[in-house]
């Protein structure tokens, strides 16, 4: 598999991992940090999820202006890594983080660390795939480096999980998803709240008897222990951008420099740039948006994992595997386990595809994705028929006999992830390739920018999840990437000539 790649690839992923580490701790419990943390609704905390996930994204654009402007990618790219390390220290100080406001700022610091970061390391892969050497292997290359960067993620969420647990049980307590909620309404003296179920609730984590009198004083400290845990577990995060620097630092010698040659590749570079006139490079800039229009939508529907999907594991997933007892934060490390499991398949399965002369090009299995992400959303809505609106659970968790399994859960996230690997690391080769070689690092920082511009709408996904019923929800995002998809094949003959 990797055979005839450059050398720097797999050290470039390895450095990559700690991001991904970050991201998929905030994957899995950011969501419900900021609705137990600050008593948000899901609308009110889908807001600040979108605003934090749209600015990740948005500000690689910004990243990828400084390193095309200073040509000092590494230098960025190790800015990236300190300044998110940063950020994950504030969210993990509980007497630091004391409104939703707070919060936000602190998370805007990871955002910008991850701008400086993200666009600008695949910038420098696809500089490795240049060489006419390993050309031929670009989108072999971008699948490798997707799967290596996923293995943290497999288990960030598990960490995080753990981390928050431990600290509730030193306090005394055991985990109950359903009980941050529960607190909250009965502090805010909600008529609609079942105060028998949520005693007895309290007594089953408290391993003793909560009463009426008691009632108030364990709803305070269970909130407190359980928010502190969460702050804990996003110390984890610190730790493994600590491991990615080392990597990196460790490895940059072995990683090409975008823009900073030798003088006599600096004359054939000229040369290129000449031959890219200015009709060919407003072709190759059309088409690239072109892309970035359609992927705005698939991120709008792969990104409700952190949300949407989030909260539907929460209020409608029986979180039990026989005598499993599961977090509805498990759920998120289906998606990296799936990208590491699944990529040498999929690298294979293209690969026998090329010798038949067979192989899709890269804009077809783009659209290919798009269908595919469609269908893990009809499959939800089809489990979802006989689900009760939101509207008429949110005073009181839905009986277990009433939810479904989370088997449903595991092949929703499954099939999603089969989508991912057809549009993510192959829309990093296809901005790498076709990118004019001057605008690198813009032109991925624009990638991630569609990226943003679809994670900005995410807080959508939680308005509908809240107002309509579970099918018509989840049948929106089916509708929307299949419509993608059909674009995306109506274009797919001009963007291959573009792309030769």
Known sequence: ??????????????????????????????????????????????????????????????GGIIADKTRNYKGTIIAGLLVMALGYALMSLPFLITTKYIALAALLVIAFGNGLFKGNLQAVVGQLYDNPKYSAKRDAGFQIFYMFINIGGCIAPFIAIWVRNTFVKMQGYAYNA???????????????????????????????EVNLESLKEFAGNYLEAFNTGFHYAFSVAIVAMMISLCIF????????????????????????????????????????????????????????????????????????????????????????????????????????????????????????????????????????????????????????????????????????????????PLGLSFVSK???????????GCWLGATAVGNACLFLGAVMYESISQTATWSVFAVVCFISMAVMFSMVKWLERVAK
């Open 1 to 62: 598999m990797l055979k005839n790649h450059p050398k720097g690839l797999i050290p470039a992923a390895l450095s990559n991992m700690g991001e991904r580490f970050g991201f998929y701790v905030m994957m899995a419990i950011l969501t419900l940090f900021l609705m137990s943390k600050f008593d948000l609704d899901g609308t009110e905390a889908g807001a600040l999820y979108s605003t934090f996930y749209c600015s990740i994204y948005i500000l690689a654009l910004i």
């Open 178 to 208: 359903e009980l941050p909620g529960l607190c909250h309404k009965y502090l805010n003296g909600d008529e609609n709240l079942d105060v028998d179920l949520f005693m007895n609730y309290a007594s089953q984590v408290s391993q003793t």
């Open 434 to 444: 076709v990118a004019p070689s001057h605008l690198q690092g813009l032109m991925q």
């Open 249 to 424: 630092l460790w490895c940059k010698k072995t990683l090409p420099t975008p823009g900073q040659k030798a003088a006599g590749e600096k004359q054939q570079l000229d040369k290129e740039e000449i031959k890219q006139n200015a009709k060919e490079i407003k072709q190759r800039i059309l088409a690239l948006f072109a892309v970035f229009g359609i992927v705005i939508f698939f991120w709008f529907s792969f990104h409700q994992n952190g949300l949407t999907l989030t909260m539907f594991a929460k209020d409608y997933t029986l979180l039990r595997l026989g005598s499993l007892e599961l977090s509805a934060e498990v759920f998120q490390s289906v998606n990296p386990f799936v990208v590491v499991i699944l990529t040498p398949i999929v690298m294979w399965l293209f690969s026998a595809l090329a010798k038949k002369g067979k192989e899709p090009s890269t804009p077809k299995k783009i659209g290919i994705g798009m269908a595919i992400a469609a269908l893990a959303y009809v499959v939800l809505a089809i489990v979802s028929v006989s689900l009760p609106d939101y509207s008429t659970i949110s005073g009181s968790p839905l009986a277990d006999s009433a939810r479904v399994t989370p088997w449903v859960l595991f092949t929703v996230y499954f099939i999603l992830t089969v989508a991912e690997l057809f549009i993510s």
